[in-house]
């Protein structure tokens, strides 16, 4: 069945430190779906990429969807203490969303 | 405006016995869904109703797990009787649309405990 991978599975970085996630299907994939869960959290979306080699940002963070729709990244530049939590990535091919299984990100200040 | 609401929050119990969840999503979303998220690991569907109707419950464990979305709104998720590898948080979702290209709004989930 369908799988997005991510890695890291946790990444610490110093505060101010860029930061880097990964999601990586062996399928082509109809979208990808950012969330990010707060520890104690829930999931909160982020943002959705359609489009072959799309990139979109939202302040520090920016978002990119391969050129092969078979990959993902998250990149946060300069992180903060508040971007502390686990960045999951997920992907609706077959009419459900699979999640993958999350990086943790710790930021230390 | 309200966001998706659970409960309870936190349960404890013994295995063999059964609990209850319960959640009420945001006002007009059709599709709602049902996620276990283990400890270290991303959610995993485990039901998915539009408006009343099952979508998908492939990875329902359906010999002690079931739910109902009775009249298209609120819905519970109810395990009979639990296990000890049940222990996870429960989380509930809504999205105004079914998947694929929606957003997926959770509730706070509801931790639960099997001893």
């Known amino acids: 069945g369908q799988q997005v991978m991510q890695i890291p599975q946790y990444q610490h970085v110093q505060e101010g430190e860029d930061f880097t996630t990964y999601c990586n299907s062996s399928?082509?994939?109809?979208?990808i779906q950012w969330y990010k869960q707060r520890p104690g959290g829930h999931p909160v979306f982020l943002i959705q990429?359609?489009?072959?080699?799309e990139v979109k940002k939202q302040k520090r963070l920016t978002f990119q969807f391969g050129e092969a729709k078979k990959n993902s990244s998250l990149h946060i530049t300069a992180t903060q203490t508040t971007d502390v939590g686990t960045y999951f990535c997920?992907?609706?091919?077959?009419?459900?969303?699979?999640f993958g299984q999350g990086t943790t990100l710790q930021v230390k200040p | 405006e309200a966001g998706v609401a659970q409960s309870p929050r936190y349960k404890i119990i013994e295995k063999r016995q059964s609990v209850a969840f319960w959640c009420n999503p945001i006002s007009g979303h059709a599709t709602l869904y049902w996620y276990q998220q283990i400890l270290g690991q991303g959610p995993k569907l485990l039901i998915q109703f539009q408006n009343n109707g099952v979508v998908d419950d492939s990875q329902l464990p359906k010999d002690r797990f079931s739910a109902e979305r009775l009249k298209g709104v609120d819905s519970t998720l109810k395990i009979q009787p639990a296990k000890l590898e049940d222990s996870a948080v429960y989380l509930c979702?809504?999205?105004?649309?079914?998947?694929?290209?929606?957003?997926?709004?959770f509730g706070p989930g509801t931790r639960l405990t099997v001893t």
């Open positions: 990429l359609v489009k072959s080699g």
């Open positions: 997920g992907s609706s091919n077959t009419g459900k969303l699979i």
């Open positions: 979702a809504s999205s105004l649309v079914a998947p694929p290209g929606n957003e997926q709004y």
């Open positions: 399928t082509t994939l109809s979208n």
